[in-house]
T-cell receptor
Framework: GAGVSQSPSNKVTEKGKDVELRCDPI?????LYWYRQSLGQGLEFLIY????????KSGLPSDRFSAERTGGSVSTLTIQRTQQEDSAVYLC?????????????FGQGTRLTVV | DQQVKQNSPSLSVQEGRISILNCDYT??????FLWYKKYPAEGPTFLIS?????DKNEDGRFTVFLNKSAKHLSLHIVPSQPGDSAVYFC?????????????FGKGTSLLVTP
């Protein structure tokens, strides 16, 4: 498809397990972002990839969170030893860079529930 | 630290009337502002934006106003339609180590009643 695709759309996991969330950005978009939305909160920035540069991980809440972007395209967000407070909707977005008129296009999100 | 604030969690407006959604920000480095609309179980979709060099941008029924001195922006929807019922997020960006990472408010849930 032409949009940002995320999988799975829903994930229920037991506390302490590891999870992987996948994002396929729009083809040609060099910038990729991960956000999360906890219940009643706004969208919280997690991590940013731009081309082949080192990612900006300043938004990751703990060292249990990590992300990769292979070949400048698909990205995987990994949460190790999940905790109940990790329950949220995880959103991926991609955009073209090089302009201040940056519109980020979002995927539909992955709803993670840690039980 | 919330740099973008939407102080009204919800708003109810009658169909045909004007909806005004407000947003305040604290970071004077922000130079680009956007509004996103979100339906349940979907990702946010871009609605309208404004650069800090402007004070107004209009697109059909949607107009965004920016008051830099007050660090305030607002989204006007007129006339409001039931299909506009959604959560509206205000976002702001500045070129930083995070590229143009968007800083979001907590959203305002708009309900347009027939």
């Amino acid at each position: 498809g032409a949009g940002v695709s995320q999988s799975p759309s829903n994930k229920v996991t037991e506390k302490g397990k590891d999870v992987e969330l996948r994002c396929d950005p729009i083809s040609g978009h060099t910038a990729l972002y991960w956000y999360r939305q906890s219940l009643g909160q706004g969208l919280e920035f997690l991590i940013y990839f731009q081309g082949n540069s080192a990612p900006d991980k300043s938004g990751l809440p703990s060292d249990r969170f990590s992300a990769e972007r292979t070949g400048g395209s698909v990205s995987t967000l990994t949460i190790q030893r999940t905790q109940q407070e990790d329950s949220a909707v995880y959103l991926c977005a991609s955009s073209l860079m090089g302009s201040t008129n940056t519109e980020a296009f979002f995927g539909q999100g992955t709803r993670l529930t840690v039980v | 630290d919330q740099q973008v604030k939407q102080n009204s969690p919800s708003l109810s407006v009658q169909e045909g009337r004007i909806s005004i959604l407000n947003c305040d920000y604290t970071n004077s480095m922000f130079d680009y502002f956007l509004w996103y609309k979100k339906y349940p179980a979907e990702g946010p979709t871009f609605l309208i934006s404004i650069s800090s060099i402007k004070d107004k941008n209009e697109d059909g029924r949607f107009t965004v106003f920016l008051n830099k001195s007050a660090k305030h922006l607002s989204l006007h929807i007129v006339p409001s339609q039931p299909g506009d019922s959604a959560v509206y997020f205000c976002a702001a960006s500045a070129n930083s180590n995070s590229g143009y990472a968007l800083n979001f408010g907590k959203g305002t849930s708009l309900l347009v009643t027939p």
